[in-house]
């Protein structure tokens, strides 16, 4: 990374489920559009390239998408894990949530994940590995049509029960989730 940091401005986040030691003072969580454009001003003019999990990589592109970054400046080094979406178009329609038993509704864009949308409209949500393994997402999908990734965090059982993992969904139409 040295050796690319004369020539690359470098954006280091810590993605992962264990938290960081006290010893780091930089940004921490999820990458967002915000927290993209905060760390680089300029990133709608930026080549970018990314090298990480399918599902780091594919969550990333979608980001980048909203960023309106467009495909050719975009390099991906994907390995390991389950792609989290086939070769569907990417999905820029603006799609309604709405968490049971609450009632509380937001907006999500096809790009987003039901967690990333369910975050940003201050929906309190348990979460960990954000790849769709650890299953702390879970929730029960009660109506609408939606779009799945990686499943490794859900059993047989969670699935015929309708369950799907929040970090790894994305809504196709009006969707409604029960925290149950
Ligand atoms: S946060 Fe781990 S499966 Fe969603």
Redesign the pocket.
Known sequence: MHRYDRSWRACRWLRR?GAPDDAWHGARGRLTVASLRTAIADIARCHVRICGPVAMAAATQALLGELEIPPSRIACEAFGGTSPTTDEPLDTNDYPLRFLPSGTTCVARGTQTV?DAALRSGVTF?????????????IRLVEGEVATG?E??LSAADKKAGYV????TKPRGTVVLADE
């Open positions: 489920s967690l348990d979460q960990g590995c954000l790849a769709g393994v650890c299953g702390r997402c879970r990686c490794a965090g993992l929040a970090c790894q």
